[in-house]
Structures are given as structure tokens and as C-alpha cells.
């Protein structure tokens, strides 16, 4: 059966360092992928989602996400916080007819 | 503007008092669905409908119904709510159930029952 685990509920990073988000996934078929962001009081927005293309996906506001089937990881990386990235962000992957949440990791951006 | 639009934003009502919660979308997706979103559980499917008259059972069914009429509407019905339905409640859809699509998600309701 296919989930996704989010490791770290809760991440804070300085402004201007690194972000990285882990998602591991499971699944019994070639996964498709993805990242979801939350911001304060709005729906879901995709970030990005990897379809079996190329491995490295790009997406929004600087965000990238790296398949590693070796792995089973889908981790989602930033060079370079902004206070504006603060959100809860879910990984996802889909199985034949629904999408599967992770349980979402809460990212904190420290002046 | 393509959107998926959700009424009420906010809902505070007693246990046992009937409320529909309405989903719109504008984009003439086939797929949509809805979800309830707990701190510590992330989201979870609640009921989909793949096309007009076509509806299932997600993850957490019990206690809810739904209808789908009409390609763009898609009502969530409380018939007897009780405080564990105490949630934030969203409304997506996707062009059709293929597992590369994105969802659109509303922008959610937030329902408090006493």
C-alpha cells in the first residue's frame, strides 16, 4: 500500500539558511509525487510534483525535490529561506484513485 | 479565475443540528473530493466523486454524506454533527482521477460543534 512519511513535525531554520523537509514514501508501484504548501488560514497549493520525468523537480518560489527511488525519498529543499516561506507543507502520493497525505511538517523561519 | 470556492468560511452550530457545507469549482474538473484536516493527523479523505453521480467512500466516511448533482458542485452534509466532526474541513478537485493530477483545493471551513 502506498503512504508517505513526513519526519519532523515541526523544522525552524534561521532566514537566509538552508530548508530541507524529509518525505519517504512507500508504494508498490512507480510513485507520482508530491509537495502541497499551506500557508496561515489558506487551502493547499502545489508546490510541485515529480511524474516520472526527470528526478530533480523544480517547482515554486525556489523550491526543489529530488526522487530517489534508491531511497524512497522525496525530501524538498530551499538554497535560502525567506520569513515568507513560513507553512505547513505535506508530501503526497497518489495510488489509483486517491491522493495520500503525509501529516504535514510546520516550518518556522527565525530572524 | 479558476478557484474552488467553499461556504461558510467559518460555522459554529449544536450537536444533532443538520448543516451542508457547499463546494464549487469552476474549471470543469471531473475529480473532486473532500477532506478534514486534524493537528497531528494531516489530511484525510473524507468522501470523492469521480463524476456526476458517481461518489465513494474515502478514509473517514462516518457521519457525513455527499451528493454530486452537477459537474461543479459538490455539498458536504453534516445530518447529525457531533463535537468529534469539530474540524477544518476542505473541498478540492482535479481535472480527472489520474494519479499525476493536481488537486485545487478551496479555501477551506473551519466547523466548531457544541
Known amino acids: 500500500a502506498q503512504s508517505v512519511t513526513q519526519l519532523g513535525s515541526h523544522v525552524s531554520v534561521s532566514e537566509g539558511a538552508l530548508v530541507l523537509l524529509r518525505c519517504n514514501y512507500s508504494?508498490?508501484?512507480?510513485?507520482?509525487l508530491f509537495w502541497y504548501v499551506q500557508y496561515p488560514n489558506q487551502g493547499l497549493q502545489l508546490l510541485l510534483k515529480y511524474t516520472s520525468a526527470a528526478t530533480l523537480v523544480k517547482g515554486i518560489n525556489g523550491f526543489e525535490a529530488e526522487f530517489k527511488k534508491s531511497e524512497t525519498s522525496f525530501h524538498l529543499t530551499k538554497p535560502s529561506a525567506h520569513m515568507s516561506d513560513a507553512a505547513e507543507y505535506f508530501c503526497a502520493v497518489t495510488r489509483s484513485d486517491k491522493i495520500i497525505f503525509g501529516k504535514g511538517t510546520r516550518l518556522h523561519i527565525l530572524p | 479565475e479558476a478557484q474552488v470556492t467553499q461556504n461558510p468560511r467559518y460555522l459554529i452550530t449544536v450537536t444533532g443540528k443538520k448543516l451542508t457545507v457547499t463546494c464549487s469549482q469552476n474549471m470543469n474538473h471531473e475529480y473532486m473530493s473532500w477532506y478534514r484536516q486534524d493537528p497531528g493527523l494531516g489530511l484525510r479523505q473524507i468522501y470523492y466523486s469521480m463524476n456526476v453521480e458517481v461518489t465513494d467512500k474515502g478514509d473517514v466516511p462516518e457521519g457525513y454524506k455527499v451528493s454530486r448533482k452537477e459537474k461543479r458542485n459538490f455539498p458536504l452534509i453534516l445530518e447529525s454533527p457531533s463535537p468529534n466532526q469539530t474540524s477544518l474541513y476542505f473541498c478540492?478537485?482535479?481535472?480527472?482521477?489520474?494519479?499525476?493530477?493536481?488537486?485545487?483545493f478551496g479555501p477551506g471551513t473551519r466547523l466548531l460543534v457544541l
Open positions: 478540492a478537485s482535479s481535472l480527472a482521477n489520474r494519479r499525476q493530477e493536481t488537486q485545487y
Open positions: 508504494s508498490s508501484v512507480p510513485p507520482y
